[in-house]
């Protein structure tokens, strides 16, 4: 065994990718993931044992990169070189400001020689947990905290912080280096579902403060004769600064994948040259940025690796990468997109690949804003049930089960979706229902906390004690670490019986299976037929 990572649904045979991800991930690279990973221990062990509060640079750094170490995310070995002595860097400078000497640590804080820290790492850590149990809630606290990070580290970006939440952060990794009972760290994973709520409702206002509330749109899926740049990924900070600096250039913006809500927010729709979205979910990137022609800028994780034929034309940046890609950093407080400008400029315009718009922008404030309307046709029986079909999409042949379940429902539902798991059925012809759209698109995966946003006014509105009263249904598509914390976070708020598919974690034990099944009524996907019948009865 030469790595070991089941972080994934792709997780090879179903339990982990030992010689190669799935994913694209080098042995070498998931073997600097781990190490990272083991660094930010030591920096919460340390940062824990001092009893001092922690400050903004060292929670942003682990935020960070707890981010680069998502799946999909990065793939370069030379920037987790960085980050390693980074993290190291930070942990011997709060040993020396505390004066930690904790003698009784089971992690290394002081190898003989920093530098070949990571070298001396033991790859088999994770499997080296005898207790199964134990180590698979170890696991799922730590993916749980890969999205949580994520989601905080969009928030800093457009100036919105919480050292709660790093403090959260901090006593959790630290929890894992201790002998904690199975009943202590499934309290801490719960734990992690609050905080994945308090962060999804930051990211929340700092997008719709920066951005405006997304309002319902018609979103153009064709091609316009100009150059193009592709943007995809998650980041709207990025979004904003490359439209101000190609307005006036000639060049189209085309968004891509988890990008396609910005087209929803009002601060954006005011630059003519943003003409819609290109293409698909993020698997499908291989395929589609060939024929796009232009540049493709990757702003957060969703990058494959990376094909030669338009090697030379895609970038990264945030905590995006890829080992020969060229990457923007984020100079004195901004990036300069001038490269993929000019580049974009000597392209040919993009292949269309198809034609036709798309309907989205149903986030909270806009769902909210038609409520009476959406009551109206819950008491009138015209909406007979929801089905919140959110999550990731991936390549898997069995996630086709998503577009079945949207074209066998009946046609008195409606679809609750955000992240990419929409586009197994956001260009699907299902009508609506009294001008009420049977697809309602929040946005991207972090959006999901706008749908627990709408159950709980439901649920205010129709006088329920229990969110589990409505007439929602939920079958979650998941694939990396943010649905994980959104699984969370919908368990931490009372919500039951989800289903969870295409397949359940590889890293859930069979007893922590049980726990979940057993609590919380979470269980896997059936068929489309099997499951639609028993949604609506």
Known sequence: MSMFCYQCQEAAKGTGCNIKGVCGKTEETANYQDTLIYILKGISRVQVASEHAVDSEVGSFIADALFATITNANFDTERFINLINEGISIRNRLIREFSVNDHHDTVTWKPERDSDYYNHFDISSILSVTNEDIRSLRELLIYGLKGVAAYMTH?????????????????????????????????????????????????????????????????????????????????????????????????????????????????????????????????????????????????????????????????????????????????????????????????????????????????????????????????????????????????????????????????????????????????????????????????????SYS????????????????????????DIAWYEQKAVAVLLALLYLGVKNIRLGPTLPAFLSPNVANVLIETFGIKGINTAKADVSEMMS
Request: hydrophobic share 35%; proline share 4%; with cysteine.
């Open 155 to 447: 928030a800093t970006t457009l100036g919105k912080n919480n050292t709660e939440i790093y403090n959260f952060m901090i006593k959790a990794l630290d929890s894992t280096t201790r002998d904690l009972t199975v009943n202590e760290l499934v309290s801490l994973v719960m734990e992690c579902g609050k905080f994945a709520v308090d962060t999804m409702a930051l990211l929340d206002s700092a997008n719709t403060e920066s951005y405006g509330n997304p309002e319902i749109t018609e979103v153009n899926i064709g091609t316009k004769s100009n150059p193009g740049i592709l943007i995809s990924g998650h980041d709207l900070k990025d979004m904003e600064l490359l439209l101000k600096q190609t307005e006036g250039t000639g060049i189209d913006i085309y968004t891509h994948s988890e990008m396609l809500p910005a087209n929803y927010y009002p601060a954006f729709k005011k630059y003519k040259h943003f003409v819609g979205n290109y293409g698909n979910a993020w698997w499908k990137q291989g395929e589609e940025f060939e024929t796009f022609n232009g540049p493709i800028l990757m702003t957060t994780n969703c990058i494959v690796p990376v094909k030669d034929s338009y090697k030379n034309r895609i970038f990264t940046t945030g905590m995006a990468g890829y080992p020969g890609v060229k990457h923007i950093s984020e100079i004195n407080g901004t990036k300069d997109f001038g490269e993929i400008i000019k580049l974009a400029k000597s392209c040919n315009p993009p292949v269309q690949i198809e034609q036709g718009k798309i309907i989205g922008g149903f986030a909270h404030h806009q769902v909210l804003s038609l409520a009476d309307k959406i009551i109206d046709a819950v008491k009138t029986g015209a909406i007979k049930k929801f089905v919140v079909m959110a999550g990731c999409d991936g390549r898997h042949k069995s996630r086709e089960y998503y577009t079945e379940v949207a074209n066998i429902l009946p046609k008195d539902s409606v679809i609750l979706t955000a992240g990419c798991a929409k586009y197994r059925y956001n260009k699907l012809n299902l009508g609506d229902i009294g001008g009420i759209p049977r697809v309602l698109d929040a946005g991207q995966c972090n959006d």
């Open 451 to 474: 749908l627990a946003v709408i159950a709980l006014k439901l649920k205010e509105v129709f006088e329920l004690a229990d969110i589990n009263d409505l007439p929602i249904e939920y």
